[in-house]
């Protein structure tokens, strides 16, 4: 199966750009995604990249990924406090979806 | 149109209650998932439905039942739980490369 990491909290102020990195072990996912979840809500699919993919680029969403070193990252522009919750990374492969630990954001006024 | 939806929001049951979750779809989408969610946990991988038929079970209790009647539907059967199984349980659907999840069932075993 596929491990996937993140490191557990991230804190920055309104309007700062955020950014929230992921490593994974194996390099056949073709996918990798990134989900946020609200507090006592479902996972909200915010982006995606194919594994063939350096960068991809949704609004103020960047997606970053490294394949040589399994890294993924996402850049959140001009952070909001409605950008507050929890993001996982997530990678796909043999019909099943592994999920990063999550990283919290904390997105301060 | 991306939603799943899932019934009900929350669920108290005590451990001799036998209970059903549902969860419904209209996008089309073939695979059909159920997660368990801790607190502050990823999602945990349950079942893997596929054009209606099981295709993973990762070593569930038998004490969870999935059914998936039809392409859009899909239950999942609750018996004699345990205090341990209380957790916020996730229906998630997915065509191609695009995995859509409900709200979740918030559920509390006492």
């Known amino acids: 199966g596929e491990d996937v990491e993140q490191s557990l909290f991230l804190s920055v102020r309104e309007g700062d750009s955020s950014v929230i990195n992921c490593t994974y072990t194996d390099s056949s996912s073709t996918y990798l995604y990134w989900y946020k979840q609200e507090p006592g809500a479902g996972l909200q699919l915010l982006t995606y990249i194919f594994s063939n993919m350096d960068m991809k680029q949704d609004q103020r969403l960047t997606v970053l990924l490294n394949k040589k070193d399994k890294h993924l990252s996402l850049r959140i522009a001009d952070t909001q406090t409605g950008d507050s919750a929890i993001y996982f990374c997530a990678g796909y492969n043999f019909n099943k979806f592994y999920f990063g630990s999550g990283t919290k954001l904390n997105v301060k006024p | 149109d991306t939603e799943v939806t899932q019934t009900p929001k929350h669920l108290v049951m005590g451990m001799t209650n036998k209970k059903s979750l549902k969860c419904e779809q209209h996008m089309g989408h073939r695979a059909m998932y159920w997660y368990k969610q801790k607190a502050k946990k990823p999602p945990e991988l349950m079942f893997v439905?596929?054009?209606?038929?099981?295709?993973i079970n990762e070593s569930v209790p038998s004490r969870f039942s999935p059914e998936c009647p039809n392409s859009s539907l899909l239950n999942l059967h609750l018996h004699a739980l345990q205090p341990e199984d209380s957790a916020l349980y996730l229906c998630a659907s997915s065509r191609n490369s695009e995995q859509y999840f409900g709200p979740g069932t918030r559920l509390t075993v006492t």
């Open positions: 439905y596929s054009y209606e038929k099981l295709s």
